[in-house]
Each structure stands twice: as structure tokens, then as C-alpha cells.
């Protein structure tokens, strides 16, 4: 089984990321085969500055290694190294129909939040769809918000196999069931395009934890903690018994949103104090690190090879 994630380097990673991707795909490293590429193409709708996209993508693929990711189980790369990715898309936007891509809600979403609607914002399911298919994915791990696009993957795929013979495997998505929404430090689904982010090695963490939007309920008063966003992180980084006593305190009374919020601020540091020491050693030998993402961006050639002389094949080129 081949189980391919991607992630954007169009700023520092945070907790949504950690728990909606990052987490499980370190999971399923012990399940198939993995591939995992660093989206710099996709990252160039919203990313405007060469040098930030460069150092972002280096940012990205220190904090997947610090976090949990091995690159003797995991094929790392950039995708911008694999240039057969951007051949895929052109041929599978020659079978695109224009309203699949504009039912997309993502893309609908960002111009409601005032983003710049370019082609490449417009068209990102289906460059989204060349990195899925030319790895003959067999399973993909996506946030909920995501699912769409995965949907618009299978579509671009059933198209190109009735055209042209059966060539690409058709790819499932993984949602794992345990992980809800992530939420934000205004309440909103935590995001970069949102400004309500807290970053994995966050060094106001503390500052912004403490800064977590809340409603006016008196300390005094019990609180339903199901819906609350301190709590809902919480859960993210807590045991099964301390999430269980922080649920009886709130609803007991007498238990203040600042008492909880330091309880997070522990429970992270618990977790991620660790992984930034691990992230600080990487960062001393770039030379390696980058030896890291040559090694993957060879073998994820070396898979796409084979299929995209089918593909040239099959298209009449």
C-alpha cells in the first residue's frame, strides 16, 4: 500500500498541522509505503518572495523530522524536484471540466477571505490531483477540508482511465475519525490564511495560549466544556484522565479559563519541548538535511518514471 502527504511551506507549521496531518501520517509510517513531498508549487498562490519560499520549505522539512518522521520509512522531497508533476497536471487539465473546479469549496472560501483569484488558486485541485496520481497513491491522509479535493482526484482519474485505458490507480482518502477541527486562538478552524495560529516551536506560545479567545461566564459558574476551545486543544495533548478532570472541573464551577489555559501551556510543552530539541541539532548541518530531500526527490522520480511513459504514450506524445 502507497500512502502519500503533502504540505504547504507557506509559513510555519502549527498545531492544526501536527494533529490533522502530521501525526497520522507518522502513524501510517509503519503501514505501507510512504511518500510524503513538500508542496512549493502549491505554496506559490499565496507566497510571493523566492527566498521566504526557500527557507520556508527548509523549515518544513526540519519540523516533519524533528516531529517524527523517518526517512528510511518516509520518501521525502520537494515537488517542485519532481518536474513530472507539472507534465501530469497539464494532461489532466485538458480533461478538467471547468464546474468541477468551480463547485470547489476552498477555492470559494479564499476569495471570501480577500485572497487573489488566480488561475493557480483556481486550478489547484488538479495540480493537487498529478501529485496523487503519479505516485499511484493508494491512500491519501486529508484534513476534512480537504476531502474535496481528494473527490475531484478520483473524477480527474476515472476521466483520464476512460480516455485513455486504465492507467492510474484510483486513490482513497484517510480521515482519521479521532481528530476533530482544529480550532483557532479566535475560536475559527485554526489556520495560516486566518491569522489564529500557534506554531509548533512557538516561542510565544505562552503569550498567544494565554490569549485564547473566551466567552464572559463568571469563574464561579460551572462551564460546558464540549465546544470550548481551550478544552478542545486540550484533548489534542492531554491523557484520557486529564482531559476527564478538566471536563468534571468545568463543570463543577469554580474553575477559570486561565487555570485551564496554563494546563495547555504545560501539556504542550510536555510534548514539544523534545521535538525542538531534536529540530535544534537537525539545524546545524544543512548540507545533510538537503542530502535528505536530494535522496527522495530520486526515489520519487525513480516511481513516477514508469507511469509517465505510459502516460506520454497513452496521450499521443
Same mark, same amino acid.
Given at each position: 500500500?502507497?500512502?502519500?502527504?503533502?504540505?504547504?511551506?507557506?509559513?510555519?507549521?502549527?498545531?492544526?498541522?501536527?494533529?490533522?496531518?502530521?501525526?497520522?501520517?507518522?502513524?501510517?509510517?509503519?503501514?505501507?509505503?510512504?511518500?510524503?513531498?513538500?508542496?512549493?508549487?502549491?505554496?506559490?498562490?499565496?507566497?510571493?518572495?523566492?527566498?521566504?519560499?526557500?527557507?520556508?520549505?527548509?523549515?518544513?522539512?526540519?519540523?516533519?523530522?524533528?516531529?517524527?518522521?523517518?526517512?528510511?520509512?518516509?520518501?521525502?522531497?520537494?515537488?517542485?524536484?519532481?518536474?513530472?508533476?507539472?507534465?501530469?497536471?497539464?494532461?489532466?487539465?485538458?480533461?478538467?471540466?471547468?464546474?468541477?473546479?468551480?463547485?470547489?469549496?476552498?477555492?470559494?472560501?479564499?476569495?471570501?477571505?480577500?485572497?487573489?483569484?488566480?488561475?493557480?488558486?483556481?486550478?489547484?485541485?488538479?495540480?493537487?490531483?498529478?501529485?496523487?496520481?503519479?505516485?499511484?497513491?493508494?491512500?491519501?491522509?486529508?484534513?476534512?477540508?480537504?476531502?474535496?479535493? =481528494?473527490?475531484?482526484?478520483?473524477? /480527474?482519474?476515472?476521466? *483520464?482511465?476512460?480516455?485513455?485505458? &486504465?492507467?492510474? $490507480?484510483? %486513490? @482513497? #482518502?484517510?480521515?482519521?475519525?479521532?481528530?476533530?477541527?482544529?480550532?483557532?486562538?479566535?475560536?475559527?478552524?485554526?489556520?495560516?490564511?486566518?491569522?489564529?495560529?500557534?506554531?509548533?516551536?512557538?516561542?510565544?506560545?505562552?503569550?498567544?495560549?494565554?490569549?485564547?479567545?473566551?466567552?464572559?461566564?463568571?469563574?464561579?459558574?460551572?462551564?460546558?466544556?464540549?465546544?470550548?476551545?481551550?478544552?478542545?486543544?486540550?484533548?489534542?495533548?492531554?491523557?484520557?484522565?486529564?482531559?476527564?478532570?478538566?471536563?468534571?472541573?468545568?463543570?463543577?464551577?469554580?474553575?477559570?479559563?486561565?487555570?485551564?489555559?496554563?494546563?495547555? =501551556?504545560?501539556?504542550?510543552?510536555? /510534548?514539544?519541548?523534545? *521535538?525542538?530539541?531534536?529540530?535544534? &541539532?537537525?539545524? $546545524?548541518? %544543512? @548540507? #545533510?538535511?538537503?542530502?535528505?530531500?536530494?535522496?527522495?526527490?530520486?526515489?520519487?522520480?525513480?516511481?513516477?518514471?514508469?507511469?509517465?511513459?505510459?502516460?506520454?504514450?497513452?496521450?499521443?506524445?
Amino acid at each position: 500500500m502507497r500512502i502519500l502527504t503533502g504540505i504547504q511551506p507557506s509559513g510555519k507549521l502549527h498545531w492544526g498541522n501536527y494533529f490533522g496531518a502530521m501525526k497520522s501520517m507518522f502513524d501510517l509510517q509503519e503501514k505501507g509505503e510512504n511518500f510524503m513531498f513538500i508542496a512549493n508549487y502549491h505554496a506559490m498562490t499565496t507566497v510571493r518572495d523566492g527566498k521566504a519560499l526557500r527557507e520556508a520549505t527548509k523549515e518544513v522539512a526540519l519540523d516533519y523530522l524533528a516531529c517524527g518522521l523517518d526517512p528510511d520509512k518516509t520518501v521525502m522531497y520537494r515537488q517542485s524536484d519532481v518536474p513530472e508533476v507539472q507534465e501530469l497536471a497539464w494532461y489532466l487539465s485538458c480533461l478538467t471540466p471547468m464546474g468541477l473546479l468551480e463547485r470547489c469549496h476552498s477555492y470559494k472560501d479564499k476569495m471570501a477571505h480577500g485572497f487573489e483569484a488566480t488561475h493557480g488558486l483556481f486550478a489547484y485541485p488538479v495540480l493537487m490531483a498529478a501529485d496523487i496520481l503519479i505516485m499511484q497513491s493508494d491512500l491519501v491522509p486529508v484534513g476534512k477540508d480537504q476531502k474535496q479535493h =481528494l473527490e475531484v482526484t478520483r473524477d /480527474l482519474c476515472q476521466k *483520464f482511465n476512460n480516455a485513455y485505458g &486504465e492507467i492510474f $490507480k484510483m %486513490p @482513497d #482518502a484517510y480521515i482519521p475519525e479521532t481528530v476533530a477541527t482544529i480550532p483557532g486562538t479566535d475560536g475559527q478552524k485554526m489556520s495560516k490564511s486566518y491569522h489564529n495560529t500557534i506554531e509548533l516551536f512557538d516561542v510565544s506560545a505562552k503569550k498567544k495560549i494565554m490569549g485564547i479567545v473566551t466567552d464572559s461566564t463568571p469563574m464561579e459558574e460551572p462551564k460546558e466544556p464540549e465546544g470550548n476551545s481551550i478544552y478542545e486543544m486540550y484533548k489534542l495533548f492531554a491523557t484520557p484522565e486529564e482531559v476527564a478532570e478538566m471536563a468534571a472541573a468545568f463543570r463543577a464551577g469554580g474553575y477559570g479559563y486561565g487555570t485551564a489555559k496554563k494546563a495547555l =501551556l504545560q501539556a504542550y510543552h510536555r /510534548l514539544f519541548d523534545p *521535538f525542538k530539541e531534536k529540530r535544534d &541539532e537537525l539545524a $546545524k548541518d %544543512p @548540507d #545533510a538535511l538537503e542530502d535528505i530531500l536530494k535522496a527522495g526527490a530520486a526515489r520519487a522520480r525513480a516511481a513516477a518514471a514508469p507511469l509517465m511513459e505510459k502516460v506520454r504514450k497513452a496521450v499521443g506524445l
